[in-house]
């Protein structure tokens, strides 16, 4: 698949973007802070409907637009894929101004931050339609100096990869991570209200059995993708870091800890976390909040046994979060049967020689490849030339010759 069009209107630093993709590689030169990774964010939105970086969604809409009557935000995309062409579109729009603020940028902005109203619009093909239906339309890998979170951060930070990831090949897995957040909250507050003696523990049987339904699916449709990472990333891997130790995945369910590596099914999975739910009760109660599912689960990275999150290098670190994403876009084209684009914003300067080669080389297989850079030093000469090249200045993208 391939954007062959995108336009945006007042999203963060682009008042009127109207810009023809070309397929196949693009590279994004620009100094700081001009709308390089802007742009790779709006297309991630479209196509996961939400923003990498920022959990507002106010922050998207361009400041000085917040001075018109309805600020509105709107990004569109023309989308050509195998058997069909789509036109997806994302509209933010805000909540009038108050007229006494209008001269003041900061009161505008802090009252646009805390505008209760932000009504997003999402149509496919012209047709409204909800997050859940944009999500899959189109499939990205991101890949950014960030990435290495993912090995050494926070559990919650690779739950939420996992979950990105495998939300935009199945939408069954959004339906039911959905679902699950939903069963989640409301299973907690009854174990809270128990915990106080407003309810009964055997008011939680219907939201075990709800938990155990919508949970034991994620958790399997996650073993699957690490299991399918695992693979591709290994070989990756040994290819990058010149076979320096052999790479592994793991992912970690809370509700059996133990439990070694293989093919989980849906129906012993359920049966293992039923089991886990007895166990865990009386502490759950105590706590007001659950303990076990696959809000609780972790995916570790090994080299050689050693668990890299906690005792690898940067470089290590580094080399494994590339081999990871590089294996991810292959997950998605054998999922989807479809070339994901790949979004790679400022990565190479991060890289030794031998890893900014592999990296060209890998991208070059794939049908549309965005690249943004503030120096075109660190491209190969013969990776340019297949390359159509653009600069991006506050928020305007020109072409710009070889
Ligand atoms: N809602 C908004 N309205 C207007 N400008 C915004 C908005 N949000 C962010 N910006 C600005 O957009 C500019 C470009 O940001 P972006 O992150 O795309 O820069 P960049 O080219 O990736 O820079 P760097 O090389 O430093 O990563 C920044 O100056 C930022 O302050
Ligand atoms: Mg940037």
């Known amino acids: 698949m391939h954007i062959t069009h995108l336009s945006l209107t007042n999203f963060r630093n682009y008042v009127s973007l109207d810009l023809a993709l070309p397929p196949h590689i693009m590279v994004i ?94 149509r496919v093909n012209g047709v409204v339609c909800r997050a859940i239906d944009l999500i899959g339309q189109i499939n990205v890998v991101t890949f950014s100096v960030q990435d290495i979170s993912i090995i050494g951060g926070e559990p919650a930070l690779r739950r939420r990869y996992l979950d990105i990831v495998n939300s935009q090949v199945d939408t069954r897995y959004l339906r039911q991570l959905q679902r699950y957040h939903r069963v989640l909250w409301q299973r907690n507050r009854l174990l809270h209200q128990i915990g106080e003696n407003r309810a009964g523990p055997d008011e939680l049987s219907f939201w075990d059995e709800e938990l ?27 290819e990058l870091s010149g076979d320096q130790g052999k790479l592994s995945l793991a992912y970690l369910r809370s509700i059996d800890k133990e439990r070694g590596k293989g093919d989980s099914q849906i129906e012993e999975t359920a049966e293992a976390f039923t089991r886990s739910l007895r166990a865990a ?115 305007c993208i020109e072409p710009l010759s070889h």
């Open 212 to 238: 155990v339904q919508t949970g034991s699916y994620l958790m399997v449709q996650r073993d699957h993708m690490v299991a399918a990472l695992e693979q591709w990333a290994q070989v990756i891997h040994a």
């Open 29 to 122: 030169q620009g100094d700081n802070a001009q709308g390089k990774s802007n742009l790779l964010e709006a297309i991630y939105l479209l196509a996961t409907s939400k923003s990498p970086r920022s959990t507002s969604e106010k922050e998207l809409i361009n400041w000085s637009a917040l001075k018109d009557e309805i600020p509105v935000c709107r990004l569109m995309a023309d989308v050509q894929k195998a058997r069909e062409n789509l036109s997806l579109e994302l509209a933010l729009r805000g909540k009038a101004p108050n007229t006494s603020q209008a001269a003041d940028p900061l009161a505008l902005w802090q009252s646009a931050t805390k505008a209760a109203f932000i009504h997003k619009r999402i």
């Open 281 to 395: 009760q009386n502490k759950e109660i105590a706590q007001g909040i659950s303990l076990v599912g696959p809000h609780r689960d972790d995916l570790r990275f090994f080299i050689d046994e050693v668990d890299i999150g906690t005792f690898g290098s940067r470089g290590q670190q580094r080399t494994i979060s590339l081999s990871l994403k590089l294996a991810e876009a292959k997950f998605m084209l054998r999922e989807t049967g479809e070339h994901p684009i790949l979004l790679l914003d400022d990565v190479l300067s991060e890289l030794d020689s031998h890893r900014r080669s592999h990296m060209l080389r890998s991208v070059a297989e794939y049908q549309q490849v965005l690249m943004t850079a503030t120096d075109l030093v660190h491209f190969d000469p013969n990776f340019l030339e297949q390359a159509v090249l653009f600069r991006v200045r506050q928020g």
